[in-house]
């Protein structure tokens, strides 16, 4: 898979595409509270918790306001390129379900 390939598959077949090439942002009706094994998630509008399983990937998420791209808030992470499939893969489950969207 190319890194610079919008994330597509059957769960994200009905909604928008999670396209890491835009800049995006965590929802303003999330809260993350930081844990030692990444965050705990609360979205306000849908009541839901999730985990974000990594310290670094709490980074991630924290950062996208401040890149220009997914792309370039992995770097600024520190994400080793091996691992970007699967942060891209987790970031487009984020997308999906409401915890970052795309900033306009």
């Given at each position: 898979m190319s890194t610079?390939?919008?994330?597509?598959?059957?769960?994200?077949e009905a909604g928008p595409v999670f396209d890491p090439g835009q800049p995006?942002?965590?929802?303003p009706s999330v809260a993350l509270r930081p844990?030692?094994?990444?965050?705990?998630?609360?979205?306000?509008?849908?009541?839901?918790?999730?985990?974000?399983?990594?310290?670094?990937?709490?980074t991630v998420v924290s950062g996208l306001a401040d890149h220009s791209d997914v792309h370039t808030a992995l770097d600024a992470a520190g994400v080793d390129p091996a691992q970007r499939?699967?942060?891209?893969?987790?970031?487009?489950?984020l997308a999906?379900?409401?915890?970052?969207?795309?900033?306009?």
């Amino acid at each position: 898979m190319s890194t610079n390939e919008p994330v597509t598959g059957p769960a994200l077949e009905a909604g928008p595409v999670f396209d890491p090439g835009q800049p995006y942002r965590c929802s303003p009706s999330v809260a993350l509270r930081p844990e030692p094994f990444g965050a705990l998630v609360y979205h306000f509008g849908t009541r839901r918790l999730s985990f974000l399983k990594t310290p670094q990937l709490v980074t991630v998420v924290s950062g996208l306001a401040d890149h220009s791209d997914v792309h370039t808030a992995l770097d600024a992470a520190g994400v080793d390129p091996a691992q970007r499939p699967a942060y891209l893969r987790a970031l487009a489950g984020l997308a999906e379900n409401g915890t970052i969207e795309e900033r306009v």
